[in-house]
């Protein structure tokens, strides 16, 4: 296997100043995750001995960010250029260093497959390094790829670096390499940083290695969007959109209805099943799993979520952190916190709060609610205007409803408090002791009634207003 002797190098240690922003770029969510870790994701796809990533601008915060993508670190303390930081890791990449995958950590959108034939094409051509590269319109910021009049690759230019007539040039440098590891590294060792930004730039390898008559291959990749890499906010928006479409592609694929694609972002980690119906506006974020049948309306967020087939989850529904069995209905305006879950048929109407809570097989909830730290079996109705009172302002407490309870509108239930199977809690009462199976519990004053009292009322104004 050819794979086997492949490493693979991350740099991702500049700051990427054109985000105008404290954090480092590379942390930035393309997709809803940082954009570094799908640069990490796609050349895991070619099976690599191991992939070093080099850090140095916010170096904690991009190690914990990649914390498990199975890669090894190399400080780059200061940043003095591309080349500098391959050379950082110079190290760790060993005296027996074979093919060597360099990628910029700003290329979130990059496909492993355009990476696999970069590889293949490479050890076809046995040359000493091959550089990705396209062809854009308007090249205006990236480095030039300056060919002989036969077509060989002469030099990388930097924009800042190249006369009018170069930046005339199309054909850009991508930023990913396969190179000699050896040759690469020993070359890098002899460049001086003679450049407008007075920095060791990996690209002056590409003049150096021909100086020392090896040979240099470009592939011109034909999807110039998969390959530009993200260096200000409106790249960061293209680059979340291109990998939300594709997500989204596949979904429709795989028998997904999205009634409008452009508008609506399923995270890439999520999956769902098949004649589910997503309405435009929806958000899904994080690795949630959607069933088979569902539907999802309008204007909905569900984070890191797992629905069972069948569920309906009503416009405008924000849905964290929970569990949702089948056949469950939300919504319309429901939400549902961390640690909320909805057993089989299970029924949350609008304006409905829960946060970790259990609602039982066929347990309803249809308006008005807060139901927190709850456990609520199979079976019960929860009246409008019920709230679980789970908070002392120290400590939080329990509610328990044993199967078949039913709550009268506008209950309070002081936690900790238990309501026992099949038992009645009067509209309007505020449960403070445990109520036993079977029993009814009103927890409210009693009703009076004052025969007259209107009457009475009207006349005394009435005197009060003669003698003024
Ligand atoms: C680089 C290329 C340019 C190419 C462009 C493609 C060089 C000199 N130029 O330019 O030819 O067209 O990418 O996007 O390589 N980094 C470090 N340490 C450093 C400097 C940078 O790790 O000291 C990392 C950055 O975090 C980033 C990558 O290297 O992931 C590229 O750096 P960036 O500043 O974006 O390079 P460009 O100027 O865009
Ligand atoms: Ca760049």
Same mark, same amino acid.
């Given at each position: 296997m050819?794979?086997k002797?492949l490493?693979v190098?991350?740099?991702a240690?500049?700051?990427g100043?054109r985000m ?5 770029k590379?942390?930035h ?10 640069v ?6 070619l099976?690599?001995?191991r992939?070093i990533?080099?850090v140095g601008y916010?170096a904690d915060?991009?190690r914990a960010?990649l914390a498990?993508?199975g ?5 780059q303390k200061e940043q003095?250029?591309?080349g ?10 060993? @005296?027996?260093?074979?093919t060597?995958?360099i ?9 492993g497959t ?6 293949n094409s490479h ?6 390094l091959t ?11 990236y480095?030039?790829i300056?060919?002989?009049?036969a077509?060989?690759?002469q030099?990388i230019?930097?924009h ?5 007539e ?8 991508t930023g990913v ?6 040759k690469l590294l020993?070359?890098?060792?002899k460049?001086k940083p003679?450049n407008d ?11 150096q290695l021909i100086?020392?008559?090896e040979?240099?291959a470009a592939?011109?990749h034909s999807?110039a ?6 260096n200000?906010r ?8 291109m990998l939300f ?10 028998g997904?209805?999205l ?5 609506t972002?399923i995270?890439p980690?999520t999956t769902?099943?098949?004649d589910?119906v997503?309405?435009?506006g929806?958000i899904?974020?994080g690795?949630?799993k959607i069933g088979a049948n569902?539907v ?7 984070a890191?979520t797992?629905?069972?087939?069948g569920t309906?989850i009503k416009d405008? @529904?924000?849905?964290?952190?929970s569990r949702?069995?089948?056949n469950?209905?939300?919504?319309p305006?429901?939400?549902?916190r961390?640690?909320?879950?909805l057993e089989d048929?299970?029924k949350v109407?609008?304006f409905v709060?829960l ?8 347990s309803?909830a249809?308006?008005?609610t807060?139901?927190?730290d ?8 929860i009246?409008?205007?019920?709230i ?6 120290t400590?939080?407490f329990?509610?328990?409803l044993a199967?078949?309870v039913f709550i ?12 026992g199977?099949g038992?009645?809690v ?8 445990n109520v ?6 009103i927890?409210?004053?009693?009703q009076?009634n004052?025969?007259g ?5 009207s006349?005394?104004l ?5 003698? @003024?």
């Amino acid at each position: 296997m050819p794979s086997k002797r492949l490493s693979v190098l991350v740099l991702a240690a500049g700051k990427g100043t054109r985000m105008r922003s404290r954090t480092i770029k590379l942390l930035h969510p393309v997709a809803g995750r940082p954009m570094v870790a799908w640069v990490l994701d796609a050349a895991k796809t070619l099976g690599p001995s191991r992939t070093i990533t080099v850090v140095g601008y916010q170096a904690d915060r991009v190690r914990a960010a990649l914390a498990n993508s199975g890669s090894t670190f190399v400080l780059q303390k200061e940043q003095r250029g591309t080349g500098h930081a391959v050379l950082r890791a110079a190290r760790a990449i060993g @005296s027996k260093p074979g093919t060597l995958l360099i990628l910029n950590g700003d290329l979130p959108t990059l496909r492993g497959t355009t990476l696999r034939k970069l590889v293949n094409s490479h050890r076809r051509r046995r040359v000493a390094l091959t550089v990705l590269t396209a062809e854009l319109p308007d090249a205006t910021g990236y480095g030039r790829i300056l060919r002989d009049r036969a077509g060989n690759v002469q030099r990388i230019v930097e924009h800042r670096d190249a006369s009018t007539e170069q930046r005339r040039v199309g054909e850009i440098n991508t930023g990913v390499y396969v190179a000699d590891a050896g040759k690469l590294l020993r070359v890098l060792r002899k460049l001086k940083p003679h450049n407008d930004q007075g920095e060791y730039y990996i690209t002056d390898a590409v003049h150096q290695l021909i100086a020392e008559r090896e040979s240099i291959a470009a592939v011109r990749h034909s999807d110039a969007a998969e390959v530009l890499g993200v260096n200000t906010r409106q790249e960061l928006a293209l680059a979340s959109h291109m990998l939300f479409e594709r997500h989204a592609e596949r979904l429709q694929d795989s028998g997904v209805t999205l009634l409008d694609a452009s508008r609506t972002w399923i995270d890439p980690r999520t999956t769902v099943g098949r004649d589910t119906v997503i309405y435009p506006g929806v958000i899904v974020e994080g690795e949630c799993k959607i069933g088979a049948n569902c539907v999802i309306r309008s204007g909905c967020r569900i984070a890191d979520t797992k629905i069972g087939a069948g569920t309906e989850i009503k416009d405008y @529904s924000i849905v964290l952190g929970s569990r949702i069995a089948r056949n469950a209905t939300i919504g319309p305006f429901a939400h549902l916190r961390p640690g909320s879950i909805l057993e089989d048929g299970a029924k949350v109407g609008n304006f409905v709060e829960l946060k970790k809570t259990r609602l039982g097989r066929g347990s309803k909830a249809n308006h008005l609610t807060y139901l927190g730290d709850a456990t609520i079996a199979e079976d019960c109705n929860i009246g409008a205007g019920t709230i679980t009172c789970n908070y002392d302002g120290t400590n939080k407490f329990p509610t328990v409803l044993a199967k078949g309870v039913f709550i009268g509108s506008n209950t309070q239930l002081v936690a900790p408090v238990k309501i026992g199977e099949g038992a009645y809690v009067a509209a309007g009462s505020t449960v403070t002791r445990n109520v036993p199976k079977g029993a009814l519990a009103i927890g409210r004053s009693k009703q009076m009634n004052i025969e007259g009292w209107v009457a009475r009322k009207s006349k005394k104004l009435k005197n009060r207003k003669r003698k @003024s």
